[in-house]
């Protein structure tokens, strides 16, 4: 018997980076964020990596769009305490893990990434898996950088990933 759809709530906030999209399941849990400007991606990957779903408007939970809030305002660690769960493989799932221990203020190249996930050689892999994360920001995707320090990739924009590295105090080559 097939499962029935899953309902998943679309939000939006404004951010200092443009109007953010905020999708939450029944739990609580962020499963995506992600741009305005890219809101058809946002539905192509909800679709790809979740079971059958319905997309409704409605309001995220306070503590989420609080700690976004907060962290646009300065507290960078306020996105720790923000519940998320992605579907995806096991593959991405493992790279999106891996992003969540690249601290504030630090970055990775893709080759670092690849290695701490123990698969050194999958570095297009890895970067594919990176350009895949559902849940923008709070799965850190923007703190991956190129091997020569410059900024690479990023689906909302290297303007908003310039914006959110400089916002942490990380080290880039600012081209």
């Not at 779903?53 to 305002?73: C, K, M, N, Q």
């Not at 507290?75 to 519940?83: E, H, K, R, S, V």
């Not at 991405?92 to 990434?113: H, K, P």
């Amino acid at each position: 018997m097939p499962r029935p759809p899953e309902v998943l709530t679309l939000d939006r906030m404004a951010t200092p980076l443009g109007e953010g999209l905020l999708v939450t399941d029944a739990e609580g849990f962020l499963r995506a964020f992600d741009w305005a400007t890219h809101e058809a991606r946002l539905t192509t990957l909800l679709r790809r990596q979740n079971p059958p779903t319905d997309l409704v408007e409605g309001s995220a939970p306070a503590a989420t769009r609080t700690a976004l809030d907060a962290y646009f305002a300065g507290d960078l660690t306020a996105l720790g305490a923000i519940a998320w769960r992605t579907g995806g493989t096991e593959f991405q799932r493992s790279v999106w893990s891996a992003l969540c221990t690249i601290r504030v203020g630090e970055t990775l190249t893709y080759m670092e990434l690849a290695a701490r996930i123990g698969r050194p050689k999958a570095i297009r892999a890895v970067g594919l898996a990176n350009g895949s994360n559902p849940v923008s920001i709070v799965v850190p995707c923007h703190r991956v950088i190129g091997a020569d320090g410059t900024l690479t990739g990023y689906g909302g924009g290297l303007d908003r990933k310039h914006w959110l590295l400089s916002h942490e105090g990380a080290a880039f080559v600012d081209e």
